[in-house]
């Protein structure tokens, strides 16, 4: 495949690129009246995360948090300060009026209830992920968006993060060839249990148990799905795995493990595994095509090997350069490959303070303030949700499941 840009390449590149440095641009003109009054629902540890990024953020303004836990409801104050107020119930913000927005970080089954009730109140929402705890829930979701016509965003961050945008890119253009398979795997050596007192239990360990939760696919594999379908440009036609409740004999409902492999209409064979026993792999995805390897790690991390028998890219002998296990990895970074992909002066914003999670909570005030559309919508997060509770359900009835075109559209 040919290395050299085609002018199609070269429009998307700068499209992405303009929209990547509009957001920075919209900021800086941002001012006091500008701010979006932004109110927080549930405040445990990735609401905080959110309050951090919100508090750093010149385009918003938190004036309401709310948790039904006392101590998430103490963590906010402390972050917020006395500008904020503070609720244990949901409705009550929502009542609040001069709330433009609500940001939602509760547990999945409460995401579609507490996102429509917020944007029948009339605020925007920007929600985590995943988008719901069913397909239907979530057809319910991108209905009463339209009706209210209010934003609904949703948290799959790394559509937001430029390592992933880039990497995307990079693939897309045949930096690793055709793709014919991917891993994708989130291995962990520990239970995934908060401490809790017994009548906190489901509270605090909510991703334990299936009233709250579908376990490892939902929390984690929906992430990394995501990025795989948006990768590929397709999304999976069938799926089959095995899962378990298999060391963590804890009470726990959800598996402890699961191992899974999905079809592509194009013959690409994705194998996707998170377990919670051995640490060694660490977490990322790997984009094999039959000319090299795009791996991502961590999040924060890409990688390009080429075959051995693959020629070299004409930008390759500027690229950064590292030894990982004896081999030569072209690292994604600001030098020749992001020269490559982003064009001379253009920068990746990305570090402490403009991680992922600080860009996507940025395009959301963005977009409320001026009616465009954010990069993960329902309908971008709907097909994410879908493959990962298929494989659920694979794994459950021990089956291969056919995917039907219908469960992936709102
Ligand atoms: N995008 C990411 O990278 C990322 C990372 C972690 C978590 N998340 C998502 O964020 C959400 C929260 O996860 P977490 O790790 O913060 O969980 P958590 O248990 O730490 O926090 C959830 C909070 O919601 C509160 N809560 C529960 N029911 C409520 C209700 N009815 N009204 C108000 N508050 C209520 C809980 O008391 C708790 O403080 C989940 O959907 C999770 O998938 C996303």
Not at 41 to 65: D, F, K
Not at 110 to 127: D, M
């Amino acid at each position: 495949m040919s290395q050299e840009w085609t002018r199609r390449e070269f429009l998307q590149r700068s499209a992405i690129s303009a929209a990547m440095l509009s957001f920075g641009a919209w900021t800086a003109r941002a001012n006091e009246q500008d701010r979006v009054k932004i109110g927080v629902i549930g405040t445990g540890q990735q609401g905080q995360n959110l309050l951090r990024q919100l508090m750093s953020l010149p385009s918003a303004e938190v004036i309401a948090v709310c948790d039904v836990y006392a101590p998430s409801r103490l963590k906010a104050a402390e972050i917020v300060g006395d500008k904020a107020r503070v609720h244990t119930d949901y409705r009550a913000l929502l009542d609040q009026k001069e709330i433009e927005a609500v940001v939602i970080a509760t547990p999945l089954v409460y995401h579609a209830p507490h996102a429509i009730a917020a944007l029948r109140a009339g605020k925007h929402v920007f929600s985590e992920k995943a988008v719901a705890y069913s397909i239907d829930q979530a057809k319910q979701m991108a209905r009463a968006a339209r009706e209210a016509k209010r934003l609904l965003q949703i948290g799959h961050q790394r559509h937001y993060n430029p390592i992933y945008i880039h990497a995307r890119n990079l693939v897309q253009q045949g930096a690793v060839g055709r793709v014919t398979h991917v891993r994708a795997l989130w291995h962990r050596n520990g239970s995934w249990r908060r401490p809790a007192e017994p009548a906190d239990e489901r509270l605090i360990n909510w991703r334990l148990y299936k009233e709250y939760s579908h376990g490892l696919m939902t929390e984690l594999g929906s992430h990394q799905m995501d990025m795989v379908n948006w990768f590929l440009g397709e999304l999976p036609s069938a799926v089959t795995g095995f899962g378990g409740i298999d060391y963590w004999k804890d009470g726990r409902e959800v598996f402890d493990n699961v191992n899974v492999l999905f079809e592509y209409p194009s013959g690409v064979k994705v194998q996707y595994s998170s377990i919670t026993t051995n640490s060694y792999d660490g977490y990322g995805e790997w984009f094999m095509g039959d000319e090299g390897t795009m791996m991502l790690t961590d999040e924060n991390k890409g990688m390009l090997f080429r075959e051995p028998k693959a020629e070299k890219l004409t930008w390759q002998d500027e690229a950064k350069k590292e030894k990982v296990g004896g081999r030569d990895a072209v690292v994604l970074d600001g030098t020749a490959t992001q020269k490559r992909d982003l064009g001379p002066g253009e920068q990746l914003q990305y570090g402490e303070n403009r991680n992922a999670y600080y860009l996507e909570l940025e395009d959301f005030c963005r977009c409320v303030r001026t009616g465009t559309t954010p990069r993960c919508t329902v309908e971008t997060a709907l097909p994410a949700l879908t493959t990962v509770l298929m494989a659920n359900e694979a794994m459950q009835k021990r089956t291969r499941i056919v995917f039907k075109p219908d469960m992936f559209k709102v």
